[in-house]
Structures are given as structure tokens and as C-alpha cells.
């Protein structure tokens, strides 16, 4: 195992405040932008984006209550590790539950950006809608089973294929950050060397890859049997918030891209001149 459980625990707690306190900045940085623009756009972003946090605080809450019940409350009645191995507890329930609702809407947003990206492909939609729904029945089913989870019992010994088989899928819709990367790199031209590394940084962020990185992090650890998933989780929470802002907020400064077109498009599309095809599109909202 390697880190003790309550340890893991602890600084999962710790790295989760500490990346829930950039999501918060950019958030609120976000939302003083997008407040100064008129339009339908703002009206599914920023709700977005605030459901976005309010599961992230639910989240980073409930790991500090259960961390005040495992180190102070009940630190007389039962040990930290004993505490958190209790997976059938309601703060560990609720917490699993925030955990598949965050990346179930982040992966979301991600399939209607792949949908527009790629020309409005409903074999891009079609396909990714049926991995999520799939995704998300898979995770309804983790919380139901560790319900029925008895005392000694493990994520390890619950439900381990689903578990594996859940992150598996949100990798695989992450790869879809692929063809996002792809579309956008196309159309970055560094004018030297000083830039040479600018469009890259621009493809990291559009695409998501901060998230797609952490989920496969996340099934690392969890297909090692280490503890240290438990740190890889609850930093994806945040994660996929402080994606999202970055996403907004990269477009909005338009770094490393021409100024964006006037197009009347819901969520308009902004784009790189090409001397075949004309406008390239390559990012979703404006």
C-alpha cells in the first residue's frame, strides 16, 4: 500500500484546498469578465461553471468534516484508519457521488466541444454520448455497491472491475482531447523560437489535458492498489473547474490566437486564417 490510509487522506485534504483556492481565484476572475459581456454565451457559462464549484466545495466540505470526525470527534471511539475504511458511511457515499457528477459534466462539455470542433460531426456526438450515459450508469452503480460494502472491505474488493472499467471510460472520452489537440495545433503558427513553446501551452489548456492527466493518475494508482488514489481524486474534483476557467479565460485574452471574427453563432466560433478553407475553427465559445 505503501502510504497509510489516514495519511493519504490527510494530504489528499491538503492538496484539495490547495487547488479548490486556484479554481476559486479563476473562477471569480472568470465570472468578472464574463459579467462585462452581453450575450446568450454568458447564460450556460457561468451556471456551468458555478455548478462546477458547488460541487467542488460540497466536495472539499465533506473532506473536512470527515477529516474532524477521524482526527478530533471520534479520535476516542474508533482510529483515522478505521474511520476512513468505512466505505458504507453516508460523507464517504455523498463524496463518491460528487466525485462521478464532476467529471460527468466536465466530460460533457468536452463531447459538445469535439461535436463542434469537428465540423458538427454527430458521429463524434453519438459515439461519446453513448460512452457517458454508459460511464455514468457504471458510476451510479459503484455508489449502490458500496452501499452493500460489509466491515474490512476495500475498493479493492468492491465492485473493482466497475471501478477500473469507470476510470477506463473517462479516459477514453479524455482521449477525445486528441482530436481537439489536433485541430488546434493545427492552426497555431509561432512567429520564432521565443513563441515556439506558446501554441503548445495553448493545446495543453484548450484540450483539457490537465484533467486527462489527472484521471489517468487517478486509475495508476487505483490498478497499483496504492493509496495514494485517494490524493489523485480528490485533487480531480477542482481540476476539472480550474480547466474549464482556464479554457474561458484563455479565449477571452485571445493568447496565442488572432482576434476572434464577429460571427453571430450561440457560443461563436473563433478561428485562424487558412488560405484553402478559409476560417479553422478551433475553440468553442467567444
Known sequence: MGVALDVASLLGLFLETLFYGVFLT?????????????????????PVATLLLCIATAHLIIDFVRALEAFVFDVHKISAAAYYSNLASPLEL?????????????????IWRCYVLNNKSLLVSIS??????????????????????????????????????????????????TLIAWRIYRTRRPDGLA????PVFIVIVESGALYSTSVIALLATFLARSNGKYPAMD????????????????????????????????????????????????????
Not at 30 to 45: A, D, E, H, N
Not at 102 to 107: C, E, S
Open 195 to 198: 513563441v515556439a513553446f506558446l
Open 26 to 46: 479563476l473562477y471569480w476572475l472568470m465570472l468578472f469578465i464574463l459579467l462585462k459581456k452581453s450575450g446568450i454565451q454568458r447564460q450556460l457559462i457561468i
Open 128 to 177: 461519446g454520448c453513448i460512452v457517458l450515459l454508459t460511464n455514468t450508469a457504471i458510476g451510479c452503480y459503484i455508489v449502490w455497491s458500496l452501499t452493500q460494502a460489509g466491515s474490512g472491505s476495500t475498493v479493492y474488493t468492491t465492485a473493482p472491475e466497475y471501478i477500473t472499467t469507470f476510470y477506463m471510460l473517462t479516459i477514453l472520452i479524455s482521449n477525445m482531447t
Open 235 to 286: 485533487i480531480a474534483t477542482p481540476i476539472v473547474g480550474i480547466v474549464f476557467c482556464l479554457i474561458i479565460l484563455q479565449v477571452h485574452f485571445h493568447v496565442g490566437g488572432n482576434p476572434p471574427t464577429e460571427l453571430p453563432d450561440f457560443f461563436r466560433v473563433r478561428g485562424v486564417r487558412d488560405a484553402n478553407c478559409g476560417m479553422e475553427p478551433i475553440i468553442f465559445v467567444q
Open 94 to 110: 455523498a463524496k463518491t457521488a460528487l466525485f462521478i457528477t464532476q467529471p460527468a459534466l466536465a466530460d460533457g462539455i468536452l
